[in-house]
């Protein structure tokens, strides 16, 4: 059950990507964000008051949610967002997508796990993924290899709020209270950034960029929920490398439905691989 809630959650988070490039064709990535968090935090409390008790939520457990949230999607997908706008969906997306990586590094002090050869091997695939994409020229657009920041940024920040989740499911096995108490403090987390940047000022928001905006919320909540599912029913270390086969999907997705906007070499393909390979053999142990 844990391994058909990931690949669902793959599959969301990848037509999310894709959405939100269309979307940020007329609009920009604090906007995006914002709409997609506060779309994600309203849908979860509508499921929460039809599902569970609103005494789920006296357990100590629900802080390892709210502060995971504001870690990801708070911080997270601000991040990835201006990744893809920066430097497209095809670059940005198979970077994120070390986040397991990272996350399995961090299991190895918070949850006992054992660095091996195969994370060896996991880890190098991962960087030369990522040196491939960075080193990946495009005809339809230039982009700064600096602003790769920011989807490394994000990476680091998914795979903190995996450990929090994951630690936050063991002491309270409740995803749909998780996922609300995730979506809500990243929802304050992301109002706070969109204040701070200049409220009304940036945020710019048309008819069409937010139709795609709402469609990826809706698809990016669809993942949320997928993916705390998943880590209730299975261990960090299988559900994350089938979550992390979202650029794939995005890959496919692009080539699909933004070649007008987007490029997908033989070069990016090869990254994607890289890293989504590297990724799985770190995790998979």
Not at 136 to 148: F, G, N, P, S, V
Not at 170 to 176: A, H, R, S, T, Y
Not at 205 to 223: D, M
């Given at each position: 059950?844990?391994?058909?809630?990931?690949?669902?959650?793959a599959?969301?988070?990848?037509?999310?990507?894709?959405?939100?490039?269309?979307?940020?064709?007329?609009?920009?990535?604090?906007?995006?964000?914002?709409?997609?968090?506060?779309?994600?935090?309203?849908?979860?409390?509508?499921?929460?008051?039809?599902?569970?008790?609103?005494?789920?939520?006296?357990?100590?457990?629900?802080?390892?949610?709210?502060?995971?949230?504001?870690?990801?999607?708070?911080?997270a997908?601000?991040?990835?967002?201006?990744?893809?706008?920066?430097?497209?969906?095809?670059?940005?997306?198979?970077?994120?997508?070390?986040?397991?990586?990272?996350?399995?590094?961090?299991?190895?002090?918070?949850?006992?796990?054992?660095?091996?050869?195969?994370?060896?091997?996991?880890?190098?695939?991962?960087?030369?993924?990522?040196?491939?994409?960075?080193?990946?020229?495009?005809?339809?657009?230039?982009?700064?290899?600096?602003?790769?920041?920011?989807?490394?940024?994000?990476?680091m920040?998914?795979?903190?709020?995996?450990?929090?989740?994951?630690?936050?499911?063991?002491?309270?096995?409740?995803?749909?209270?998780?996922?609300?108490?995730?979506?809500?403090?990243?929802?304050?987390?992301?109002?706070?950034?969109?204040?701070?940047?200049?409220?009304?000022?940036?945020?710019?928001?048309?008819?069409?960029?937010?139709?795609w905006?709402?469609?990826?919320?809706?698809?990016?909540?669809?993942?949320?929920?997928?993916?705390?599912?998943?880590?209730?029913f299975?261990?960090?270390?299988?559900?994350?490398?089938?979550?992390?086969?979202?650029?794939?999907?995005?890959?496919?997705?692009?080539?699909?439905?933004?070649?007008?906007?987007?490029?997908?070499?033989?070069?990016?393909?090869v990254?994607?691989?890289?890293?989504?390979?590297?990724?799985?053999?770190?995790?998979?142990?």
């Amino acid at each position: 059950m844990g391994k058909y809630f990931a690949l669902q959650a793959a599959l969301a988070f990848a037509i999310s990507n894709v959405l939100i490039r269309r979307g940020l064709a007329t609009s920009n990535a604090i906007t995006g964000s914002f709409i997609s968090i506060s779309l994600s935090a309203a849908i979860s409390w509508i499921l929460v008051s039809f599902f569970i008790p609103l005494s789920s939520f006296l357990t100590h457990a629900v802080w390892y949610f709210v502060v995971g949230g504001i870690f990801a999607p708070g911080a997270a997908r601000i991040l990835v967002y201006m990744g893809i706008d920066r430097i497209g969906v095809s670059r940005s997306v198979p970077v994120v997508n070390a986040a397991p990586m990272i996350a399995s590094i961090l299991a190895v002090f918070f949850l006992g796990e054992t660095w091996t050869f195969q994370n060896f091997i996991g880890t190098s695939l991962v960087i030369l993924g990522v040196v491939i994409i960075s080193r990946t020229q495009t005809e339809q657009r230039r982009w700064d290899k600096r602003d790769l920041i920011y989807p490394l940024m994000a990476a680091m920040a998914f795979a903190i709020a995996s450990n929090l989740r994951k630690f936050g499911l063991l002491v309270e096995n409740i995803p749909l209270m998780a996922s609300a108490a995730n979506g809500t403090s990243a929802f304050l987390f992301a109002a706070l950034v969109l204040r701070v940047q200049g409220g009304r000022r940036v945020f710019k928001l048309s008819g069409s960029s937010f139709c795609w905006f709402f469609a990826a919320g809706l698809a990016s909540t669809a993942g949320m929920l997928a993916n705390f599912y998943a880590l209730s029913f299975g261990r960090l270390v299988i559900v994350e490398p089938l979550v992390s086969t979202n650029p794939v999907f995005t890959v496919l997705l692009a080539a699909i439905f933004l070649r007008d906007v987007e490029a997908v070499t033989p070069r990016v393909v090869v990254g994607t691989l890289c890293t989504v390979m590297g990724t799985a053999l770190v995790v998979m142990v």
